[in-house]
Structures are given as C-alpha cells and as structure tokens.
C-alpha cells in the first residue's frame, strides 16, 4: 500500500508540473502572475491526495472540489498532451518563416588589375592579367571587396554589383534569435484556452451524466442448455452503485425503484455497493429491503466492499434480505427448469485476511453438467478461472464502461471485456457500465445503466 501510495503522488506531481508547464510558465512572462499560477498549480496538487485521504476519514467537504479537479487535470493532461504534436509543427513552420535568409555565394566578383581594367578572380585567388600567356600569366593578389560605385548625393541606391546584407546569416538589427517570441507566446495561450475550454465543457458535460438516471438497457443472451420451459428468464442486473461522499440514500431508491418497475425473475448486485462503513452509509443503503423479484436477490462482493468493512456489509445486505453469494451457489427452479445461479468472492478478497478469497471449485464444482450456471463475479477478469469450470454466462460490473473516455484504453489492459457482452474461453461475459460512479462524478462515453438480461433457450 505504502509502494502504491508514493507511485500515486509522484505521477500527481508530474502531472501538475506539466500542468503549470503548459498553462503557466508557457502562457505569462516573469512576473506577479506566473507565481500566481505556480501557487496554484502546488495547491491543486496537494489537492488530490488531500481528497483521497480525507474523503475516507469523513472530510466529504473535500469531495466536490476534489474529485472535480480530478476529472478537470485528467482532460486537461489528455487534451495538452494531443495538442503536442500540432504546437510543434506550427513553432518549427514560425521557425522557418522568421529565419533571416543566409548570404548565398554569387558570381565572382570582379577586381581591378593592371591600369584600371576589371578581371576575374580565379577560384585560388589570383588575377588573370589580359593578354598574358604562360606560367606567368597569373600572380597572386589579395583578394578585396571591389570599390565602392560612386553615389550620386541624396541617392538611398545600393552600389551597383554589392550587397547590402550581411553574409553571416545574422540579422541587420543585431542578434535576432531564429523565431518571433510574441508568436510563440500567442501560440501557447490559444493551446491553453484551447485545452481548458474543452476540458471545462467535456467535465461539465460528464457530471450532467454521471449525476443523472441510469440508463436501462435490455439484451438478450442465448444458453445453449437452458431448458425450454425457462426462455425468457429475466435478471435485472446492477453493479456499483458506489454510495458514498457524492451519493446517497435518494440514489438508491431511485435504483430500487428502476428495478422493481422492470418486474424481473431475479435481481443481481454484482459488487461496490459502498465506499464507507456501515455506519456511515447503512441508512443510505437501506431501500435494498424494498427490492422485488419473481425468485430472489442476490448479491456478491466488489473489491470496495474491502475497503469498506467487508464483514458488516455482509452481515447488512443479508439482513436487507438481499441473499449474499460467498463462493456458493442457489438452485433457481422455475417454470419446470432448474438453474445454477453462483457467486464468488472479488478476487480482491485474497490475501486481506478479511473473507475468503475467490474459491471457484467451491461455487461451481460437484455440480449437474447438463443444468445451465451464470455465475455473479463483480470483475471479468474472473471469467479466466470459471470458464475452467464450464460457466455458461458470467455477470459483472467492476470497469464502469471506462468511465471517462479515453480511459477505458488502459482498462481494457486489464479487463478481458470492458461493456457490453463478449467471451472469455468460451464463457459468455456480460458486463454492465454499473449505476454510480467512483471518485470524480463524472461519465464521459460509458452512462450508467441497469442491465436487463434475458436468457433465451435455443
């Protein structure tokens, strides 16, 4: 934990070193406003840990201008960092443009010789006197700027055949460096404004969103050994609902409500149902006990359920009458078929020493071959070890969808299926965007949702 926190600050302070890179020192010159902007920039960094810590020992003041900067620094980093490349071809394009030309090499230049008459100059610096022949027909000279043309007074003419430019490469004026400062500083402030405006309006855009109701989405899902008498079987299926510092009791029974509309078979709440004790937040969760279905409610753990006194939450969902699925499994008899519906422990569980850890033989093992099983896991990644039992169809939550679009990229890296339906092994995974939100408030490309599935028989 200590090697995970000190990761987690480092890479905050380069992020805002960046930050006040880009948005600072870049945009404003020495003075009362680029230390304005440092200030700032150091008091939003200490900002982030600050959030992270005191939200989770009750300071939930923190959590709206916390977790907000928090989503505002992600799209500003992502948005600056993009814009990179085009800063740059358009300083070396300025660059180019503002370069004074070089003095290039002419013709030769004409000198006197002998009584007055012009001669050229050979490449090794000797006159061609006229007339003369043999091996002293050249002679060694200095070679000199050709004198100046007379000028008529009042004339601004260069002399004819000279050069009034220098041929150093330098500027006429002095020592003008090879681009426009002024150009590169109103390029930096319209990257600025650029990033901030849109980072501003995507955030606005995520809270709206996040803060708003779950969408409901219906999908259909075929099991090749679901009896007949069963086609049509629905489970409504939610997962983080996150109640915590930004989310509370009206949350829930607005989800409560969703899902008892939808008059499903079962329910399933498939992990981080909380980020708090139960102290905290047991009034909050308290509309579960109103949750209603054909043949039951069950729940499984998330990995915030670990972080939150696991062992309590256990103890109160049960009592909410929602039945709590801890590397077990329930027969579902219905409409004259039979179902295994099992749940395991969040792979999170192993090695806290505060429940068992995911034990997938315990759930699934000793079990009729030919019944259908769907197993709750609240992450995808536990499909790699059920398919290994022959699960037909996993529900999960745990990935958000991403969230905040372009992060679900580096979930990806992780989870085997981010949103929606896919396969692991030939295990059929469907995971659902979850309902609520963890740390900033704000969903950008992955909505919340509540999951209606409807298994269907071949």
Same mark, same amino acid.
């Given at each position: 934990?200590?090697?995970?926190?000190g990761?987690?600050?480092?890479?905050?302070a380069l992020?805002?070193?960046y930050?006040w890179?880009?948005?600072?020192?870049d945009?404003?010159r020495p003075?009362?406003?680029r230390?304005?902007?440092?200030?700032?920039?150091?008091?939003?960094?200490l900002?982030?840990p600050?959030?992270?810590?005191g939200t989770?020992n009750?300071?939930?003041?923190l959590?709206?201008p916390g977790?907000?900067w #928090?989503?505002l620094?992600?799209?500003?980093?992502?948005?600056?960092?993009?814009l990179?490349?085009?800063?740059?071809?358009?300083?070396?394009?300025?660059r180019?443009?503002?370069?004074?030309?070089? +003095?290039?090499v002419?013709?030769?230049?004409p000198?006197?010789?002998?009584?007055?008459g012009?001669?050229?100059?050979?490449?090794?610096?000797h006159?061609?006197?006229? !007339?003369?022949?043999?091996?002293?027909a050249?002679?060694p000279?200095?070679?000199a700027?050709p004198?100046?043309?007379?000028?008529?007074?009042?004339?601004?003419?260069?002399?004819a055949g000279?050069?009034?430019?220098?041929?150093d490469g330098?500027?006429?004026?002095g020592?003008?460096?090879?681009?426009d400062?002024?150009?590169?500083?109103?390029?930096a402030r319209g990257?600025?404004i650029f990033a901030?405006?849109?980072?501003a309006?995507v955030?606005?855009?995520g809270?709206?969103?996040?803060?708003?109701?779950?969408?409901?989405?219906?999908v259909r899902?075929?099991?090749?050994?679901?009896?007949?008498?069963?086609?049509?079987l629905?489970?409504?299926?939610?997962?983080?609902?996150?109640?915590?510092?930004?989310?509370?009791?009206a949350?829930?029974?607005?989800?409560?409500?969703m899902?008892?509309?939808?008059d499903?078979?079962l329910?399933?709440?498939v992990g981080?149902?909380?980020d708090?004790?139960?102290?905290?937040? !047991?009034?909050?969760?308290?509309?579960l006990?109103?949750?209603?279905s054909?043949y039951?409610s069950?729940?499984v753990?998330?990995?915030?359920?670990?972080?939150?006194?696991?062992e309590?939450?256990?103890?109160?969902?049960?009592?909410?009458?929602l039945?709590?699925?801890?590397?077990?499994?329930?027969?579902?008899?219905a409409?004259?078929g039979?179902?295994?519906?099992? +749940?395991?422990n969040?792979?999170?569980?192993a090695?806290t020493?505060?429940?068992?850890?995911?034990d997938?033989?315990?759930?699934?093992?000793?079990?009729?071959p030919?019944?259908?099983?769907?197993? #709750?896991a609240?992450?995808?990644?536990a499909?790699?070890?059920?398919?290994?039992f022959g699960?037909?169809l996993?529900?999960?939550?745990?990935?958000?969808g +991403?969230?905040?679009?372009?992060?679900n990229?580096?979930?990806?890296?992780q989870q085997?299926?981010?949103?929606g339906?896919?396969?692991?092994?030939?295990?059929?995974?469907?995971?659902t965007?979850?309902?609520?939100f963890?740390?900033?408030?704000?969903?950008?490309g992955a909505p919340p949702?509540?999951t209606?599935?409807?298994l269907?028989?071949?």
């Amino acid at each position: 934990m200590a090697t995970f926190v000190g990761f987690a600050v480092l890479v905050t302070a380069l992020i805002h070193l960046y930050l006040w890179k880009r948005l600072v020192r870049d945009t404003t010159r020495p003075g009362r406003w680029r230390k304005a902007g440092g200030v700032a920039a150091l008091l939003l960094a200490l900002l982030v840990p600050a959030t992270m810590v005191g939200t989770r020992n009750g300071s939930y003041w923190l959590a709206w201008p916390g977790y907000l900067w #928090l989503a505002l620094m992600f799209y500003l980093l992502v948005l600056l960092l993009v814009l990179e490349v085009p800063v740059a071809v358009t300083k070396l394009v300025l660059r180019r443009r503002e370069r004074p030309a070089t +003095g290039a090499v002419g013709e030769p230049a004409p000198v006197p010789a002998g009584g007055g008459g012009w001669a050229d100059t050979t490449a090794t610096g000797h006159v061609a006197e006229p !007339g003369a022949t043999g091996p002293t027909a050249t002679s060694p000279v200095a070679l000199a700027e050709p004198p100046a043309a007379p000028v008529e007074a009042g004339s601004t003419e260069p002399p004819a055949g000279g050069d009034s430019g220098p041929r150093d490469g330098r500027d006429p004026a002095g020592d003008r460096p090879d681009h426009d400062p002024s150009r590169r500083l109103l390029l930096a402030r319209g990257a600025a404004i650029f990033a901030g405006l849109t980072a501003a309006g995507v955030t606005g855009y995520g809270v709206r969103t996040a803060m708003g109701p779950p969408r409901l989405d219906r999908v259909r899902i075929p099991l090749a050994k679901l009896p007949r008498g069963m086609d049509g079987l629905r489970i409504a299926t939610v997962s983080d609902i996150h109640l915590g510092p930004l989310r509370g009791r009206a949350h829930t029974e607005r989800i409560v409500a969703m899902i008892n509309r939808l008059d499903a078979d079962l329910v399933a709440v498939v992990g981080d149902l909380v980020d708090g004790s139960v102290a905290e937040l !047991g009034t909050a969760a308290e509309p579960l006990r109103d949750l209603r279905s054909r043949y039951g409610s069950f729940f499984v753990t998330g990995n915030h359920e670990y972080y939150s006194g696991v062992e309590e939450w256990v103890r109160e969902v049960d009592r909410l009458g929602l039945r709590v699925l801890q590397n077990e499994r329930q027969e579902i008899r219905a409409r004259g078929g039979v179902l295994d519906l099992a +749940g395991v422990n969040d792979v999170t569980a192993a090695g806290t020493g505060l429940a068992a850890p995911a034990d997938y033989a315990a759930a699934l093992g000793d079990r009729d071959p030919s019944r259908p099983v769907v197993l #709750l896991a609240h992450q995808p990644v536990a499909a790699q070890e059920a398919a290994k039992f022959g699960v037909d169809l996993q529900l999960s939550g745990h990935t958000h969808g +991403g969230q905040m679009v372009p992060f679900n990229l580096l979930v990806k890296l992780q989870q085997p299926v981010v949103s929606g339906l896919g396969e692991v092994d030939g295990t059929k995974v469907y995971v659902t965007n979850g309902a609520g939100f963890w740390g900033p408030p704000v969903r950008v490309g992955a909505p919340p949702q509540v999951t209606l599935v409807e298994l269907r028989a071949p």
